[in-house]
């Protein structure tokens, strides 16, 4: 018996995994997916047209690029339904509105009307009942400290320029998102009380806490 069945977890579940930078997203996402055995899915870059113009001018391209991914990601999830679920999502639609667009906003490098019109449009596409929300979404969670050793240590050029105080900001604006959370279920793990790195049966844990909530939402579904 694997785990999927002996934890009585459905074989259609839509799981969608969310946190900041560093919080091991896809360390966790390749895991639940050969534990479940479900596919994966995983943001594309390669082919974005904004990313490289954005990082050259946040205030001319912050929109286009939040549009950007908010088509993206909107036909994934479609996919990933059509398809008939069985899916680990690594990052969630959410997280753009609620937290990047917001930041762009906030610090006026996207203009209060465009950051009107997005989230008009987010509210029209998905924050209705005809949207396919996730069966569920696990946050990552840790603190600051840890997640700056994660980010040090994986030493992405990129990441080490970038000041600490946006490290800072971003995981303040994703502890206050999540805390304001309600389009799904959502189970929270401490990233410092796993290491699926050097511990890949710990696993286990986190699949036994997935089949606990799945239970007892209205959308789970016997069909393992």
């Given at each position: 018996m694997n785990l999927r069945e002996k934890y009585g977890i459905p074989n259609n579940a839509v799981i969608t995994i969310a946190g900041s930078v560093g919080v091991g997203k896809s360390t966790m996402t390749k895991a639940l997916a050969k534990a479940l055995h479900y596919r994966t899915s995983f943001e594309n870059v390669d082919h974005n047209p904004y990313l490289d113009r954005?990082?050259?001018?946040?205030?001319?391209?912050?929109?286009?690029?939040?549009?950007y991914f908010l088509a993206e990601r909107f036909k994934e999830q479609k996919r990933i339904f059509e398809y008939g679920g069985g899916f680990i999502q690594?990052?969630?639609?959410?997280?753009?509105?609620?937290?990047?667009?917001?930041?762009?906003?906030?610090?006026?490098?996207?203009?209060?009307?465009?950051?009107?019109?997005?989230?008009?449009?987010?509210?029209a596409m998905v924050?209705?009942?005809?949207?396919?929300?996730?069966?569920?979404?696990?946050?990552?969670?840790?603190?600051?400290?840890?997640?700056?050793?994660?980010?040090?240590?994986?030493?992405?050029?990129?990441?080490?320029?970038?000041?600490?105080?946006?490290?800072?900001?971003?995981?303040?604006?994703?502890?206050?998102?999540?805390?304001?959370?309600?389009a799904c279920p959502v189970l929270r793990l401490d990233i410092e009380e796993y290491d699926l790195k050097n511990d890949p049966n710990?696993?286990?844990?986190?699949?036994?806490?997935?089949?606990?909530?799945?239970k007892q939402t209205s959308r789970y579904k016997k069909n393992y």
């Open positions: 954005f990082y050259d001018d946040f205030e001319k391209w912050s929109f286009h690029l939040q549009i690594d990052r969630s639609i959410y997280e753009d509105t609620g937290i990047f667009a917001r930041m762009h906003k906030d610090k006026g490098t996207m203009t209060a009307e465009d950051f009107d019109t997005y989230t008009q449009l987010f509210d924050m209705t009942p005809y949207f396919p929300h996730p069966d569920l979404l696990i946050y990552l969670g840790g603190s600051l400290d840890t997640i700056l050793s994660r980010i040090q240590e994986r030493g992405r050029a990129m990441e080490q320029q970038t000041p600490i105080a946006y490290w800072e900001e971003l995981h303040t604006r994703y502890e206050k998102w999540i805390n304001d959370f309600h710990g696993v286990e844990i986190v699949v036994e806490r997935i089949g606990h909530i799945l």
